[in-house]
């Protein structure tokens, strides 16, 4: 089982960034998936959620209306497209997939920087 993130980096105030999450050794299309983001001495919080199927989505109250999360089911592929980035963004984002039924099927990627700053 793997998921590698990609697609962080170093952005100004206001840019934008497209997170991309690759997994494999699984039947993705069966999979809740996830962002979270977890910055030093803080406890990972939730980004964004978005249900097998893409059927529903959730986001924290933080990026509401600046971040969307989407799936390729044909592709194994999750993103978290990331506009209006503000420095509090700043955090590592990592990508988790949970099992819609099986909640101990629950896998974590290894995380992947995103720095704004000017």
């Known amino acids: 089982v793997q998921l590698v993130e990609s697609g962080g980096g170093l952005v100004q105030p206001g840019g934008s960034l497209r997170l991309s999450c690759a997994a494999s050794?699984?039947?993705?299309?069966?999979?809740?998936m996830s962002w979270y983001r977890q910055t030093p001495g803080k406890e990972r919080e939730l980004v964004a959620g978005?249900?097998?199927?893409?059927?529903?989505?959730k986001y924290a109250d933080s990026v509401k209306g600046r971040f969307t999360i989407s799936r390729d089911d044909a592709k194994n592929t999750a993103y978290l497209q990331m506009n209006s980035l503000k420095p509090e963004d700043t955090a590592v984002y990592y990508c988790?997939?949970?099992?819609?039924?099986?909640?101990?099927?629950?896998?974590w990627g290894q995380g992947t920087q995103v720095t704004v700053s000017s």
């Open positions: 050794g699984f039947t993705f299309s069966n999979y809740d």
């Open positions: 988790n997939a949970k099992h819609t039924y099986v909640g101990a099927y629950n896998y």
């Open positions: 978005i249900t097998r199927g893409g059927r529903s989505t």
